[in-house]
């Protein structure tokens, strides 16, 4: 793990990240930085503790422990920094079966108020934590961190230390791709063996232990730890917590022959994930699948979690399949209407659907102000321009000279097609069908909050019909990098440039800096800051906002200013 600092200097080198330092200067900091500095407390609890699915009255609580055969763990829920005032302890057993993780759900306390607690095994206590529960009534100001995309082999996890040290973030709302499953030859190899970060286990991951391990690894980075000590999370997966582009019976980057049973490696992926995340365990008889959430911060917003994965999807479109007999826009249109366009084609199951028509209408019938979604990923219509031409005239980039990439994107941009076919522009109807769900139940004031492209957008949504929706927020990824960075700086600031000309309803988009979204929401204004680090390669790194967006309330619908 990477705490290669006594107390003394790591604290040195946190403070000289450039980061906001409000974590790391207050007295539960410092308790903090003993705790990860102290040896035998980083022995047992080597991964650190969270907290998340936060209620009005609870929340629930998250470590694990590193012992051999069963231990019975402590935990203490107190109102103060040195635990003088303990409102609530208890024990729970841990063993192999679970991973040795702990879980523990807490009840029965006050809504909108910030709790400490920490766990102790014998006499070596963990890291506090700090979390808060929801709050109720009226409500002045809600900030949240929108993160998505950690991988491990591409850089430290900064941007989680950058949402740590935010006094103004309340909760963090991470939208999948938490954890990537490749092996150490697999996307991200070299950058790994330059900065050391090689993925664990060394293959691609496919049983329960290889998920558990995996899951180990990653909540070993300290920006990882700092975060989830620090905030609640409402966290929610894309595809990577089990394999790139998984549908209902089956994934892109799954092979039967050599891999196994798709439900069995699928159901061990979400085994692990309810193992090691601060998520609620599933109700006795449900699916774990089905991973949806319904938040209600006060009178001021709601917020609603999709599931576009597990339950619902249809298999995705590949262009190969396709992109040679798509010749003239009278073929474009057919493949687009008929193909893609298929009503068939869902992305949403029907139990997700009557949830998120159920949430709507009760964030609407308790007249909160705004309307949140947590959706893994992009929704807003993309299509690619005419990158043939435009980036010799844009970049003076040759197209001899480009990533084979760019060959694909020069027949996109040609005839005018989606970007991407995993993300809702492969799903249109589906998209449509979203949308009239959420008309019918009187909302089209969405703040659609999305991860998975590793880029940042600031997007307006529109139906078929040219109706107002909402907005998009997309936030860029906390390691992984932009698909259009192989064109260099200039070429990629390009393709974001032209991106953004050819699509109405992309306002700005950005592919080449990590970091996160921070929304702040009161009862007049919403603010999105796009906050960017400016490294991942050690943990010597700063912080600044790349751009600020307002989103402002106009007939009934919300537009960015």
Same mark, same amino acid.
């Given at each position: ?22 974590? +790391? ?34 929340? +629930? ?46 009840? &029965? ?49 900064? *941007? ?107 159901? *061990? ?84 659907? *009557? ?48 990533? &084979? ?90 393709? &974001? ?65």
């Amino acid at each position: 793990m990477d705490l290669p600092y006594p107390r003394r200097e790591f604290l040195k080198a946190a403070l000289n990240t450039g980061a906001a330092s409000s974590l +790391l200067l207050t007295v539960w900091g410092g308790k903090v930085l003993a705790a990860l500095a102290d040896p035998e407390s980083n022995r047992v609890f080597a991964h650190g503790v969270a907290s998340g699915d936060p209620t009005s009255d609870g929340f +629930l609580l998250w470590t694990r422990v590193s012992v051999t055969g069963s231990a019975s763990v402590d935990w203490e829920v107190a109102s103060d920094t040195d635990f003088a005032e303990i409102l609530q302890r208890g024990s729970i057993e841990t063993n192999a079966a679970i991973d040795h993780t702990v879980k523990v759900v807490v009840a &029965d306390l006050q809504p909108g108020q910030t709790y400490f607690y920490r766990f102790r095994l014998g006499g070596i206590f963990s890291e506090p934590g700090r979390t808060r529960t929801l709050p109720a009534g009226p409500l002045a100001q809600l900030g949240i961190a929108v993160a998505s995309c950690s991988n491990y082999p591409f850089g430290f996890f900064n *941007a989680y230390e950058a949402i740590a040290n935010d006094a103004e973030i309340d909760f963090v709302l991470h939208l999948g791709d938490y954890l990537y499953e490749y092996g150490v030859d697999g996307w991200g190899a070299a950058e790994a063996a330059e900065i050391g970060r090689a993925h664990s286990p060394a293959h691609e991951i496919v049983t329960l232990e290889d998920y558990r391990k995996r899951h180990a690894q990653y909540k070993t980075d300290m920006g990882s730890r700092l975060m989830h000590a620090a905030h609640p999370v409402i966290s929610t997966w894309d595809d990577h917590e089990s394999t790139n582009n998984p549908w209902l019976d089956g994934a892109q980057n799954h092979q039967p022959e050599t891999e196994g049973d798709w439900r069995a490696r699928r159901n *061990a992926a979400l085994q692990a994930y309810f193992e090691w995340m601060p998520v609620r365990e599933p109700v006795p008889g449900s699916n774990r699948a089905e991973l949806w959430r319904h938040f209600s911060f006060g009178n001021l917003a709601s917020l609603t979690t999709l599931e576009t994965r597990h339950t619902g999807r249809s298999l995705q479109i590949d262009y190969s399949d396709h992109l040679d007999a798509i010749e003239g826009d009278a073929n474009r249109d057919r493949f687009l209407q008929d193909i893609l366009g298929d009503p068939s084609r869902t992305m949403l199951s029907s139990d997700m659907e *009557a949830f998120l028509s159920s949430s709507l209408e009760t964030s609407l019938r308790e007249s909160k102000t705004w309307r949140l979604i947590g959706n893994q990923i992009p929704i807003a219509r993309t299509h690619v321009p005419d990158v043939a031409n435009r980036l010799e005239q844009e970049a003076g980039l040759r197209n001899d000279s480009l990533p &084979d990439s760019h060959r694909l994107f020069s027949q996109l941009g040609q005839l005018n097609l989606p970007l991407y076919l995993d993300t809702w522009d492969g799903y249109p109807a589906a998209r449509e069908q979203f949308y009239q769900q959420c008309s019918a139940a009187g909302a089209s004031d969405l703040i659609v909050l999305t991860g998975d492209s590793h880029a940042f957008w600031a997007n307006e949504l529109f139906n078929e019909s040219g109706k107002r929706m909402g907005v998009e927020l997309g936030t860029a990824g906390i390691t992984s990098p932009g698909d259009f960075e192989n064109y260099g700086p200039e070429g990629a600031a390009a393709f &974001d440039r032209l991106v953004a000309e050819h699509n109405q309803e992309v306002i700005w988009t950005d592919c080449t800096h990590r970091g996160f979204v921070k929304l702040v929401l009161t009862a007049d204004s919403a603010k999105a800051d796009y906050i960017v680090v400016d490294n991942v390669k050690s943990r010597q790194y700063g912080s600044s906002i790349l751009r600020s967006v307002d989103i402002v309330k106009r007939g009934g619908s919300l537009v960015l200013s």
